[in-house]
């Protein structure tokens, strides 16, 4: 029974250990969905931009690997705001006829072109160099320095990004536009640049994420796909737009999925379900509560 | 208009004589381009016709951004195979009970999605169609996993006029449907529903029917051309349910033109069409960027194209590629 406990400790580890990465996909969906009420169905693409730049950077250009998750950050930062300023601008400018509708079929196509785009460039499943090698024992659990540093410097940035969003004066303007966009819009912030940032800051969040996990899970076209499916799940449990309840999510996301493969019995399978009990939570609260978790329940005018 | 007025009101020959004229020239095809490979292009390009079609009525007319229609395709698929080679059934039934069962998921989806807005909506059915793609992954030892799962035949016939001929049953009765529908006064209320869903309940409008039915109809013919699609490829594989599938289904749809009944049935013609001439052409664009640009290319560049035409489209021409162009042609022959 004492070998079941310390597994169970150790997965429980592992489990705080993977939410900070899904944690840090989930609050940039959540700075975006907040402030211009798009789901960014292309956020696993900013994921591969992050990653493949740091790959080409470490492996092609020989660039310092620190040095090269920084320049991954500013590619993510740079690809959101051209990405905002291209394709989703007519929308905050009332230009498109059905928004809604409009900012799911736009991020779809961009998320399908950049994929698409990466399978003609480079398809190939490879990824960097570790940033740090060794390992720690907790344990009976060996974690690799990579993941360790991963959440490290996620919780770092998303540190910096309540900092920001608290304590600063364009963090507040961001806020006021989530919270009352006619009224911040009347008090002299012009939204569409918080707009604009708010994009750019959730992709390189995501980049970030990607750049940090490319020696861990491989960079390939598809490489985004399931990290943004986590952070839709998470983002609906955390209630859409709350960025406290999205890193609450992803805490409750990672224990759902560690614990979940405690208790299934066929290791091969139990890998393979993994991304399926998020999933499933995905649906049982949504049936429950379509809202989610912590989501207010709006009311219909 | 009731589902019986609205079939009625498409009798008048004025209204039927393009149609008609089309599938017979659509029939006349195994004969005219013989039984290659332009005929099986032709038969994927109806596969996907259905499925464009019942998308877009969910998504177009309805204003539910389904993303389940290729994970409804595998259940079909998956369904009628695992009968027809465990439970050795004709593969005539395998086909009723792939239909009958990807019914029920949409009507479970259905069902499930009914108090969401259009992102939540989105987002359940991706997870939905994730969910389906790993069990189908993983449960090795009933599907085969990855590696792929051999379907008998329908047909003990090497012809593929017959199974041309099935499709484009399947195909007509999907366009009859849909056109049906849309004509109807459920037409009417399913756009009610997708402009202003509360308006619409106020109205007396059934949303939650309505909702349901626009789902479950679409799972039922999904489910049905993918029980098709297996026992003509004889080859199924979690792939089915894959991200650029679907991607595939919605640019046919959004290049035709959402929300109009003809859009996505050329939209699929035309992408299909694209997609086999792109893959031909594919050494010579590599050639071309080779010398050009010394730069050679890892992968295909077919789904490039795709890519590109969808977010061009949706940015630039949000009606479509090609029904402005039909209006166009159809006002300057009204005046």
């Known amino acids: 029974m004492g070998g079941f406990l310390s597994y169970f400790f150790a997965q429980l580890l592992n489990a705080l250990i993977i939410s900070a990465i899904y944690a840090l996909m989930a609050v940039g969906l959540t700075l975006i969905f907040g402030i211009m009420k798009v789901i960014n169905f292309a956020h696993g693409e900013m994921y591969m931009i992050g990653g493949y730049t740091a790959y080409?950077?470490?492996?092609?250009?020989g660039v310092n690997p620190f040095a090269a998750l920084a320049i991954a950050a500013v590619a993510g930062l740079v690809f959101g705001a051209v990405v905002e300023r291209a394709f989703l601008r007519p929308m905050s400018l009332g230009r498109v006829e059905r928004p809604g509708e409009y900012a799911i079929l736009i991020t779809f196509a961009i998320s399908v072109f950049m994929r698409n785009l990466m399978i003609v460039l480079y398809p190939f499943s490879t990824g960097p160099p570790p940033y740090v090698v060794g390992k720690v024992k907790v344990g009976p659990l060996t974690i690799g320095g990579d993941r360790i540093l991963a959440s490290a410097v996620s919780i770092a940035v998303l540190a910096a990004l309540l900092f920001f969003l608290y304590k600063t004066w364009p963090g507040r303007a961001m806020r006021a536009v989530s919270q009352n966009r006619p009224m911040a819009s009347a008090l002299g912030?012009?939204?569409?640049?918080?707009?604009?940032?708010?994009?750019?800051?959730?992709?390189?969040?995501?980049?970030?994420?990607g750049a940090l996990m490319a020696p861990i899970f491989l960079c390939s076209p598809s490489m985004g796909a399931m990290p943004a499916i986590k952070g839709y799940v998470?983002?609906?449990?955390?209630?859409m737009g709350s960025i406290l309840g999205s890193i609450v999510g992803?805490?409750?996301l990672g224990l759902f999925e560690s614990l979940g493969s405690v208790f299934m019995p066929d290791p091969t399978r139990a890998l393979a379900y993994r991304d399926v009990y998020g999933l499933l939570v995905l649906v049982a609260v949504l049936l429950l509560r379509p809202y989610g978790l912590f989501g207010e329940r709006e009311r219909e005018a | 208009m009731s589902l019986a007025e609205a079939f009625r009101a498409q009798l008048k020959p004025r209204k039927l004589a393009l149609p008609i004229a089309v599938f017979t020239l659509l029939a006349s095809a195994p004969f005219t381009i013989g039984e290659g490979y332009w005929l099986h292009v032709l038969i994927f390009a109806m596969y996907y016709a259905v499925l464009a079609q019942f998308w877009n009525l969910e998504a177009g007319y309805t204003g539910q951004f389904s993303f389940a229609y290729m994970a409804y395709s595998g259940i079909g698929a998956y369904t009628s195979a695992l009968t027809v080679i465990h439970l050795k059934i004709s593969p005539a039934l395998g086909f009723l009970l792939g239909a009958l069962v990807a019914m029920v998921a949409g009507l479970f989806l259905g069902y499930l999605t009914l108090r969401m807005r259009a992102v939540y909506l989105a987002l359940t059915t991706i997870a939905f169609s994730e969910i389906m793609r790993i069990v189908l992954t993983a449960e090795y030892w009933l599907t085969r996993g990855a590696l792929g799962l051999s379907v008998p035949p329908l047909l003990s016939t090497p012809s593929k006029a017959p199974y041309f001929y099935i499709i484009l049953g399947i195909f007509a009765a999907s366009v009859v449907v849909?056109?049906?529908?849309?004509?109807?006064?459920?037409?009417?209320?399913?756009?009610?529903?997708?402009?202003?869903?509360?308006?619409?309940?106020?109205?007396?409008?059934?949303?939650?029917?309505?909702?349901?039915?626009?789902?479950?109809?679409?799972?039922?013919?999904?489910?049905?051309?993918?029980?098709?699609?297996?026992?003509?490829?004889?080859?199924?594989?979690?792939?089915?349910?894959?991200?650029?599938?679907?991607a595939k289904v919605i640019c046919m749809s959004v290049v035709g033109g959402m929300e109009t009944i003809y859009g996505p049935i050329i939209g699929a013609f035309f992408i299909q069409f694209l997609d086999e001439y792109l893959r031909t052409m594919n050494p010579v664009i590599n050639e071309f960027f080779k010398r050009t640009i010394n730069f050679t290319a890892k992968g295909e560049w077919r789904l490039l194209v795709f890519g590109a035409i969808l977010l061009a489209t949706i940015r630039l021409t949000?009606?479509?590629?090609?029904?402005?162009?039909?209006?166009?042609?159809a006002k300057r022959?009204?005046?």
């Open chain 2, 178 to 246: 849909v056109h049906v529908i849309v004509n109807s006064k459920y037409g009417l209320f399913i756009r009610a529903i997708r402009e202003d869903e509360h308006a619409a309940s106020c109205m007396g409008v059934n949303t939650v029917r309505y909702r349901v039915m626009v789902t479950t109809i679409g799972a039922l013919f999904s489910g049905l051309v993918g029980a098709f699609y297996a026992h003509y490829v004889l080859l199924i594989s979690p792939n089915m349910i894959v991200f650029s599938e679907m």
């Open chain 1, 250 to 252: 992803s805490v409750l």
């Open chain 1, 189 to 209: 912030i012009n939204p569409i640049r918080v707009d604009n940032w708010s994009f750019a800051l959730g992709s390189m969040m995501a980049a970030v994420a």
């Open chain 2, 333 to 335: 022959r009204g005046r």
């Open chain 1, 56 to 61: 080409f950077l470490i492996t092609r250009a």
């Open chain 1, 234 to 239: 998470i983002i609906v449990l955390g209630g």
């Open chain 2, 318 to 329: 949000p009606q479509g590629l090609i029904a402005p162009l039909v209006s166009r042609v």
